[in-house]
C-alpha cells in the first residue's frame, strides 16, 4: 500500500513540474511583427503603447509560424531593456491574427 502511495505522490509532483505555470494572466503586449531576424531568433513587434521592441523568441516558439504584419501577444521575461527599440525576451508567443492571404 506503502508503494502505491508513493508512486501517486511522485506522479502529483512529477506532472506539476511539467506544466508552464509562468504564462498566467493577459499578454504583456500586443502587436503586430514588423521584421523577422531568424539568425538572432526574434522578432521586430510595434506594440500602440511600448513602441518597437525586438523580442527575443524561447526554444518551444516556432519561428516557421510567424510572418511579417501577423498580430501576435507575448507574455514577456522579465522587464523590456529601454532601448531603441526595446529588446525583451518571450516566455510565449501567440499568433492573434493569421497574415491574410492576398
Request: contains cysteine; charged residues 30%.
Amino acid at each position: 500500500m506503502k508503494k502505491y502511495i508513493v508512486l501517486l505522490l511522485f506522479s502529483f509532483i512529477l506532472f506539476g513540474c511539467t506544466q508552464k505555470s509562468d504564462v498566467k494572466g493577459e499578454a504583456d503586449m500586443k502587436g503586430s511583427i514588423l521584421e523577422i531576424d531568424k539568425d538572432a531568433r526574434r522578432i521586430l513587434v510595434e506594440d500602440n503603447e511600448k513602441g518597437l521592441v525586438w523580442v527575443t523568441l524561447n526554444e518551444t516558439d516556432n519561428m516557421k509560424e510567424l510572418q511579417v504584419y501577423q498580430e501576435v501577444a507575448i507574455w514577456i521575461e522579465g522587464a523590456i531593456a529601454e532601448s531603441y527599440p526595446g529588446q525583451a525576451k518571450a516566455l510565449h508567443v501567440e499568433i492573434i491574427q493569421p497574415k491574410e492571404v492576398e
